[in-house]
């Protein structure tokens, strides 16, 4: 299996190529690589929460499929070993809709019969990132106000695993 590429090389923010040929069926990307998050909702969405936590991104930039599976993975596991399934409510609210693409250049012996070179470089989609603008809500955890400790250390670990610095804010629910 090839291996992932550093994330470096997609981390910018940049105008993404798009291929306009005069033959339509070169024109945009026919496969799509499979997201690897698993759930975008998780714990109890239907229940009333007294706090909101929110994270927010500081910079912009990309954040790949497979951070936001490891993130939502990390914090999760803190919020339903310690506040159970009913206890809290975790939301991620980007969706990863960029394709990222690779052009594969061989290196090394033999390299001349497999790679056609830059000429006509669209790549090759190897996977899928959200594009995250500064100040935009990349996640949410609802919980009431005795389990706000363990919130916020779900929250920081969630940010851990992201390639951008993020800050969390704290909102206090009105009550209905």
Do not use: W
């Not at 000429?119 to 594009?131: C, D, E």
């Amino acid at each position: 299996m090839a291996k992932t590429r550093k994330f470096c090389a997609y981390r910018r923010l940049e105008r993404p190529y798009t291929r306009i040929s005069k033959f339509r069926h070169k024109s945009f990307i026919k496969t799509t690589p499979n997201i690897n998050i698993v759930r975008f909702n998780m714990g109890a969405g239907n229940k009333k929460f007294g706090y909101t936590l929110e994270l927010i991104s500081k910079i912009d930039c990309q954040i790949r499929h497979n951070a936001f599976e490891a993130a939502r993975q990390s914090s999760n596991r803190l919020l339903e070993n310690t506040l159970g399934k009913r206890g809290y409510f975790l939301r991620i609210r980007t969706y990863p809709f960029h394709i990222m693409r690779e052009n594969p250049l061989a290196a090394g012996a033999g390299a001349d019969r497999m790679s056609t070179g830059m000429k006509h470089s669209f790549g090759n989609p190897i996977g899928s990132a959200a594009r995250i603008k500064k100040g935009q809500i990349i996640a949410e955890i609802r919980v009431n106000k005795s389990s706000l400790d363990t919130a916020k250390t779900a929250m920081k670990r969630f940010g851990h695993k992201l390639p951008c610095g993020c800050q969390i804010v704290m909102k206090e629910n009105p009550k209905k």
